[in-house]
């Protein structure tokens, strides 16, 4: 049973320009989170998926989109990205009936803006 | 303004000693408090999750408290190993929505020394 998977694992990107990162929840999920994690700094809300729909949103610009499809995986899209993007990027899935369910994260995706 | 607070913000010990970890929060309504593990450049994992009914919860050598009345927790660790060293994030989750808005800590970076 694989748990949440996450691509790339890093990539390394410049001001500007524009990224997409993947997520694919645990088996029998079909709720996905996205949070930015800075350096020494707890995980950031950025936004939730359920059933391909945005539910929830972080205080974060419209710069950040983001996708569900009906295999109930996720796309995170950053465009015009700033240095302040470089992050840790962790994508958690869940059961949205269990409301104290677990929440499973992925490895997360290492960003770099230069 | 929900928010939790976990101190000490670092920690030293030795190998085989005991050390607790605290939380305090200000999450409102509250639905359940969670514990996740933190390797660097890992994603976090789940140690423990308490709903409001629940004291204490142990996982191994690790050990839950929670007092929501005082909106304390703490995460007891026993004999600690060097692979205990991590980032030990606390987090709350509301009842605002179907599926809780969480709120992390900024986490204690612990570090075992042999």
């Known amino acids: 049973d694989a748990g949440v998977t996450q691509s790339p694992t890093h990539l390394i990107k410049t001001r500007g320009q524009q990224v997409t990162l993947r997520c694919s929840p645990k088996s029998g999920h079909d709720t996905v989170s996205w949070y930015q994690q800075a350096l020494g700094q707890g995980p950031q809300f950025i936004f939730q998926?359920?059933?391909?729909?945005?539910?929830q949103r972080g205080n974060f610009p419209d710069r950040f989109s983001g996708h569900q499809f009906p295999n109930y995986s996720s796309e995170l899209n950053v465009n015009a990205l700033l240095l302040g993007d470089s992050a840790l990027y962790l994508c958690?899935?869940?059961?949205?009936?269990?409301?104290?369910?677990?929440?499973?994260f992925g490895e997360g995706s290492r960003l770099t803006v230069l | 303004k929900n928010q939790v607070e976990q101190s000490p913000q670092s920690l030293i010990i030795l190998e085989g000693k005991n050390c607790t970890l605290q939380c305090n929060y200000t999450v409102s309504p509250f639905s359940n408090l969670r514990w996740y593990k933190q390797d660097t450049g890992r994603g976090p994992v789940s140690l423990t999750i308490?709903?409001?009914?629940?004291n204490t919860k142990s996982n191994g050598r690790y050990t839950a408290t929670l007092d929501a009345d005082t909106k304390q927790s703490s995460l007891h660790i026993t004999a600690s190993q060097l692979s205990d060293s991590a980032s030990y994030i606390c987090?709350?989750?509301?009842?605002?929505?179907?599926?809780?808005?969480?709120?992390f800590g900024r986490g204690t970076q612990l570090t075992v020394w042999p």
């Open positions: 958690a899935s869940s059961l949205r009936r269990k409301n104290t369910g677990e929440l499973f």
């Open positions: 998926y359920y059933e391909e729909e945005e539910r």
């Open positions: 987090v709350v989750s509301d009842r605002g929505s179907t599926l809780g808005r969480l709120y």
């Open positions: 308490m709903t409001f009914s629940e």
